[in-house]
T-cell receptor
Framework: KQEVTQIPAALSVPEGENLVLNCSFT??????LQWFRQDPGKGLTSLLL?????REQTSGRLNASLDKSSGRSTLYIAASQPGDSATYLC????????????FGKGITLSVRP | DGGITQSPKYLFRKEGQNVTLSCEQN?????MYWYRQDPGQGLRLIYY???????QKGDIAEGYSVSREKKESFPLTVTSAQKNPTAFYLC??????????????FGPGTRLTVL
């Protein structure tokens, strides 16, 4: 059974800092990995999707990497801003028919002005 | 605007009542999903549907029912058999064919509270 872990559960950093959010998964037979952002009381916003054949994806100040063999993904946020404060979740989709997303519990990020 | 809408935003249920949560998408996606989110537990899959008139149970389907009569709509009914229904419910969708295995998009959610 796939398990997705995100540690730590919460993180507080000063504005302007570059930071890395970690995601680990137990089964390397994945189809893709997706990073989401969730603001309090809101739905999830898709940030980046990495296919299993890819090593990384970039969007603006965000860069996500994937290392299937070690079961790890990282989300790098450059020059963090208070508006980046939110919960960041990663989710993996395993290979095979009817495959479903398995979510981590998320990392709640607070960027202090 | 293309997207996923959920209604209502807030819903209150009395003990013993069935309630239905609405989810509509205009993204022309074949696959739709219902998740439940509880504090400290992450998202758990309730039901999903990959095509009209077909759906499968997820990890926590007991006490819930769904229908998929139209491509755009995937309503979720929380029945009185669901013992602890207070939670945040999220609907999602993803594209057709092989793209059904790709990016998922989420609606804004419905917060259900049992009185």
């Amino acid at each position: 059974k796939q398990e997705v872990t995100q540690i730590p559960a919460a993180l507080s950093v000063p504005e302007g800092e570059n930071l890395v959010l970690n995601c680990s998964f137990t089964d390397s037979a994945i189809y893709n990995l997706q990073w989401f952002r969730q603001d309090p009381g809101k739905g999830l916003t898709s940030l980046l999707l990495i296919q299993s054949s890819q090593r990384e994806q970039t969007s603006g100040r965000l860069n996500a990497s994937l290392d299937k063999s070690s079961g790890r993904s990282t989300l790098y946020i450059a020059a963090s801003q208070p508006g980046d404060s939110a919960t960041y979740l990663c989710a993996v989709r395993r290979t095979g028919a009817n495959s479903k997303l398995t979510f981590g519990k998320g990392i709640t990020l607070s960027v202090r002005p | 605007d293309g997207g996923i809408t959920q209604s209502p935003k807030y819903l209150f249920r009395k003990e013993g009542q069935n309630v239905t949560l609405s989810c509509e998408q205009n993204l022309n996606h074949d696959a739709m999903y219902w998740y439940r989110q509880d504090p400290g537990q992450g998202l758990r899959l309730i039901y999903y549907s990959q095509i009209v008139n077909d759906f499968q149970k997820g990890d926590i389907a007991e006490g819930y029912s769904v229908s998929r009569e139209k491509k755009e709509s995937f309503p979720l009914t929380v029945t009185s058999a669901q013992k602890n229904p207070t939670a945040f419910y999220l609907c999602a969708s993803s594209g057709a064919g092989t793209r059904a295995y790709n990016e998922q998009f989420f609606g804004p959610g419905t917060r259900l509270t049992v009185l």
